[in-house]
Structure formats: structure tokens, C-alpha cells
Antibody, heavy 118, light 108 residues
Framework: QVQLVESGGGVVQPGRSLRLSCAAS????????MHWVRQAPGKGLEWVAI????????YYADSVKGRFTISRDNSKNTLYLQMNSLRAEDTAVYYC???????????WGQGTTVTVSS | SYELTQPPSVSVSPGQTARITCSGD??????AYWYQQKPGQAPILVMY???ERPSGIPERFSGSSSGTTVTLTISGVQPEDEADYYC???????????FGGGTKLTVL
């Protein structure tokens, strides 16, 4: 069935960088916008960023703007999140999710955990 | 900054009706979406475009909209409906997505 699998999480020191990946399978990846959504321990969902199906538009939450970059490689069916200048408050489970053309985030990955700590 | 406001918790007995509200100034202009999340699991879309139910979501889930408030209604609540529920929408420009703070539904 349709699947998203995140990877790249881990423990990183404050100020360092990390790149997350999200591998898509069993759907036409290049036809869909994609989101990153995160969830800090014990907290609610926080939208992080979206990229249009063709990469032409990208939008970010204020909390990550200027530090995080969303990108995609449609030839590899993969979504990325480059996270720079990481802070303790970026500690969270990071999910990628498919944007079903205005019909919501209908497919989610299982999440990858990022811990920012010295 | 724009926000979506949900009650932190709602409690109902099995078989009763649960109503979870979400308020936001842009909701008259932007659709709302609802997600269910159980502990240790990824969220699941349970309602889109205010009142459309994705395939596979039980008919007891319904959605409605009135002014600046949208409501997720679960009729005949089942024990397996116990979860956190999040509304989601965009600001009036449609370029900033956000989630409400979440509502914990407890089935007594």
C-alpha cells in the first residue's frame, strides 16, 4: 500500500545540522505536495513546512524559517528536511505527510526522532 | 499570529455523542481537517474539507462548520475512539498551515 518512511533522526548537539529523508512508495510522488510535521514529547502536532509537487513553492512555520529547508527529488521519490542551527526546542518526532490536493494530509510516515542535546 | 483553539479534553460514555470544537478567525474562508492520533502512532485523517469523510472512516464520524467554529462529531462513541484529535487549517492567505492544540477524547 501507499507508504512513507522517514529516516535520518538521531541525537545532535545544539547549533549543529541534520538532514531528514522521507522515502515514498506505491504512489505517484511527483504529483503531490508534501509536508513535514513535528511533535515534541508530550505535546501537540506542529506544522513545519510544505513543498509543492514540483518544488516550485515552499512555505515554513515561523519557528523554523531561515533555519530549515524543505526539498524533494522526484526522480528518487524522496522528500528532505535540512535542519540547521538546531535548538533544544527542535527536539521532536518528525513526520512527513502527503498533501492530497486540498483533501488533507492523507498519508503519514511512522516518524523519526530528533533529539537536540549537549 | 493566527491560532486554532480546541478544548483540551472531552469525556463521554460509550454510545454517547462526542463533539469537539475548533475555533479560528479564518475558518469561514478556509477548510478544516481533523486528525486522530492514538498513543505511539502517527495521526490519521478522519475528516477533510470540514465535513467530508475519507474512505475507511466509520460513518459515526461527521463534521460541520458554522462561522468561525468547526465541529467534529462522533455519534455512538466506541472505546476505540479514545484518542487525541487535532483540527488543522490554513491562514487566510492559504500559505501557513497550522494545527489546533489538540483535544483528548476520553471514553469513560
Amino acid at each position: 500500500q501507499v507508504q512513507l518512511v522517514e529516516s535520518g533522526g538521531g541525537v545532535v548537539q545544539p547549533g549543529r545540522s541534520l538532514r531528514l529523508s522521507c522515502a515514498a512508495s506505491r504512489f505517484t510522488f511527483r504529483s503531490y505536495g508534501m509536508h513535514w510535521v513535528r511533535q515534541a514529547p508530550g505535546k501537540g502536532l506542529e506544522w513545519v513546512a510544505i513543498i509543492w509537487y514540483d518544488g516550485s513553492n515552499k512555505y515554513y512555520a515561523d519557528s523554523v524559517k531561515g533555519r530549515f529547508t524543505i526539498s524533494r527529488d522526484n526522480s528518487k521519490n524522496t522528500l528532505y528536511l535540512q535542519m540547521n542551527s538546531l535548538r533544544a526546542e527542535d527536539t521532536a518526532v518528525y513526520y512527513c505527510a502527503r498533501d492530497n490536493r486540498g483533501e488533507g494530509m492523507d498519508v503519514w510516515g511512522q516518524g523519526t526522532t530528533v533529539t537536540v542535546s549537549s | 499570529s493566527y491560532e486554532l483553539t480546541q478544548p483540551p479534553s472531552v469525556s463521554v460514555s460509550p454510545g454517547q455523542t462526542a463533539r469537539i470544537t475548533c475555533s479560528g478567525d479564518a475558518l469561514p474562508k478556509q477548510y478544516a481537517y481533523w486528525y486522530q492520533q492514538k498513543p505511539g502512532q502517527a495521526p490519521i485523517l478522519v475528516m477533510y474539507k470540514d465535513s467530508e469523510r475519507p474512505s475507511g472512516i466509520p460513518e459515526r464520524f461527521s463534521g460541520s462548520s458554522s462561522g468561525t467554529t468547526v465541529t467534529l462529531t462522533i455519534s455512538g462513541v466506541q472505546p476505540e475512539d479514545e484518542a487525541d484529535y487535532y483540527c488543522q487549517s490554513t491562514d487566510s492567505s492559504g500559505t501557513y498551515w497550522m494545527f489546533g492544540g489538540g483535544t483528548k477524547l476520553t471514553v469513560l
